[in-house]
């Protein structure tokens, strides 16, 4: 199994649609956890971070879910501009380790 | 603050030459990344500093990969001598802390023929 795994996509929405993307990890000692956006051809650039109890940032919506090792984005009412890659990141992290892992990401594109 | 700055932006070479990769981190950050993005593989982080020092390189995948940081506000990645199958972006990061948000660079684009 993948340490991390994202459904690729592409997702094909139409303007002001509700889109659900979900990532899974598969090491429970994972102790942090982000989105990160990927517009073509561009750097990754921090979404949001996702806390245990979840958090909302305007029309996004992260969540976690430990027990079944799965991490969520909702974005409501998309917009064009939401079109690009979102990156699923899991961190683990201890003294004198570092694991950062990407998802390959899941690609939106919101239709007019 | 102008942001991570990574050069050359597009680098071409043929299979067996040197190339240098390089990159500016944002002022005041003691972390900084070098990842490599591929389609198959995804982004992979190849190796990461903490002022300055290397602490983790189980990423670079051959000895042909090597990376320095000589002071805050440099860092270079080498690849000697240069496959094919190296063509990828590469991208610096960095961050104030290990577990904080990363900032990265614009990449380099690397084909190697």
């Known amino acids: 199994r993948k340490e991390v795994e994202q459904d690729p996509g592409p997702f094909n929405v139409p303007e002001g649609a509700t889109v659900a993307f979900n990532c899974t990890y598969s090491?429970?000692?994972?102790?942090?956890f982000f989105w990160y956006r990927q517009d073509c051809r561009k750097e990754p650039k921090l979404l949001m971070s996702?806390?245990?109890s979840g958090n909302e940032d305007g029309r996004f919506t992260a969540q976690l879910n430990r027990a079944s090792q799965y991490i969520s984005l909702l974005i409501r009412d998309s917009k064009l501009s939401d079109s690009a890659t979102y990156l699923c990141?899991?961190?683990?992290?201890?003294?004198?380790?570092?694991?950062?892992?990407f998802g390959k990401g899941t690609k939106l594109s919101v239709i007019p | 603050d102008a942001g991570v700055i990574q050069s050359p932006r597009h680098e071409v070479t043929e299979m067996g030459q040197e190339v240098t990769l390089r990159c500016k981190p944002i002022?005041?950050?003691?972390?900084l990344f070098w990842y490599r993005q591929t389609m198959m593989r995804g982004l992979e982080l190849l190796i990461y500093?903490?002022?300055?020092?290397?602490?983790?390189d189980s990423g670079m995948p051959e000895d042909r990969f090597s990376a320095k940081m000589p002071n805050a506000s440099f860092s270079t990645l080498k690849i000697q001598p240069s496959e094919p199958r190296d063509s990828a972006v590469y991208f610096c990061?960095?961050?104030?802390?290990?577990?904080?948000?990363?900032?990265f660079g614009p990449g380099t684009r690397l084909t190697v023929l």
């Open positions: 090491n429970s000692a994972s102790q942090s």
């Open positions: 002022s005041g950050h003691d972390y």
């Open positions: 500093f903490n002022n300055n020092v290397p602490i983790d």
């Open positions: 990061a960095s961050s104030l802390f290990r577990g904080n948000e990363q900032f």
């Open positions: 996702v806390y245990s």
């Open positions: 990141v899991v961190l683990r992290s201890g003294a004198g380790s570092y694991q950062l892992t």
